[in-house]
């Protein structure tokens, strides 16, 4: 490390701040200059951005104190939020989000600073200032010291860094088609319940039930934690459960029955803002433990003689059982609801237990591959922020 150099931004980049041409004026919008925004850079899967939503024309260009990047800049939004970053593979210029780098190439290797940006996030949050949101400043960033070793170390670092990355990206991609796969499971093995083409017998889902739907009341949390884990709709994520956020209560008498949440019910988002979050649900599975459910959840127990949860939840997340879910909820001022009447009212498919329980042994089988996937990109993560570490005191 000691033949490195600290190096401040402005001496090895040009800063160039963005601007956004007036919105009311037609003749500045919908050119051929692509205009990037933070937002962009939040959805991106990876390094580069070669395209934007939106583009601005040569008036609209002229019209503000934006610039036109050259390809291979660093873009770094520098407020809602700081610390998203990317490299543009095409001439392109941005809103005023942005405090992007221009890297001299005698000096710093993009791809290097790219790494370093992102190594750094939290360090550069901590440089805003801002009472609504939080900004950095050009004067700021330009004051950032970065250790810089020569270019070729840094083009050893960064392909370092995007190796381990990359195997990264083929455990998260990997992940992503282990959904598609119980998706087309299930089309395979039951159709699409909205045509029902394998003509299973058609039933509405109060004849499953082997005791009544039921929603929860607002349970008030105890101050020495409680000894029941209660459910929201926050720990359903991605149709999956989530506990990394939990909230305990105490449950007796009459309460035990209303929220007690036993193995295999589906506990399902019934009230929420978003349509798209509506009906989300997960299988539960406490075992042992003491769970219990809140207010904007409704708990669905179901006959075993009659019904596996894993397809009726498989149902609801499908294409064609979601289309025929919402044809049953309503909206209110405030929210997207779906009641105990109407759920229960909603007619589906019921193909024979013995093949519900065959999908429910694969989803198993899927699911054991998920968990190994993730435990390997947790190692993963790990090891890259190790590598990280070490890259950038000159330790790799």
Known sequence: MSAWQKTRLSDCCEIISGATPKTGVEEYWDGEIPWATPKDLSVLRGTYIDDTPRKITAAGLKSCAASVLPAGSVLLSSRAPIGHVAINTIPMATNQGFKSLVPDARAVEAKYLYWWLKANRSYLESLGNGATFKEISKAIVSQVEIPLPPLAEQRRIAEVLDRADELRAKRREALGHLDDLTQSIFLDMFGDPAANPKSWPIAAMSTLFDRPPIYGTMIPGSELGGGWLCLRVANIQDWELDLSDRKYVDLDGPALERHVVRNGDILLARAIAS??????????????????????????????????????????????????????????????????????????????????????????????????????????????????????????
């Open 275 to 396: 349509q798209e979050h509506l009906g989300k649900a997960v299988v539960a599975r406490p075992g042992e433990d003491q769970w219990a459910f809140d207010s904007h959840l409704m708990r669905l127990s179901f006959d075993a003689r009659r019904a596996e949860p894993e397809y009726i939840r498989a149902f609801l997340k499908s294409p064609g059982g979601r289309s025929l879910f919402l044809r049953v909820t309503r909206r209110s001022s405030v929210q997207y609801n779906i009641n105990t009447k109407e759920m229960s009212a909603l007619r589906l498919p019921v193909p024979p237990l013995a093949r519900q329980k065959e999908f429910a042994a694969r989803m198993q089988a899927v699911d054991d591959l998920r968990t190994a996937h993730r435990t390997a990109l947790a190692e993963l993560d790990a090891l890259f922020s190790s590598l990280q570490d070490r890259a950038f005191r000159g330790l790799l």
